[in-house]
């Protein structure tokens, strides 16, 4: 149980990535170009760079 809670912990930039950063990405890109709200590509961008940021933050362990 306690390894499983290191390892969640562990991964908590990436989940952070795709679990806030990611959606909010969607919503800024769906609030600038309100005929992109109905399509599935803002989400696609948010979920790649939110991803991408959250990867590259449990490698270096750093967001900047």
């Known amino acids: 149980m306690g390894r499983l809670?290191?390892?969640l912990l562990q991964g908590?930039?990436?989940i952070f990535g795709i679990g806030f950063?990611?959606?909010l990405i969607t919503q800024l890109l769906e609030r600038t170009l309100p005929a992109a709200a109905q399509a599935q590509w803002p989400l696609l961008v948010g979920l790649a760079i939110g991803g991408t940021w959250g990867a590259i933050a449990?490698?270096?362990g750093r967001w900047l």
Do not use: E, S
């Open 5 to 7: 809670l290191g390892l």
């Open 12 to 14: 908590m930039p990436f």
């Open 21 to 23: 950063i990611a959606p």
């Open 58 to 60: 449990n490698v270096t």
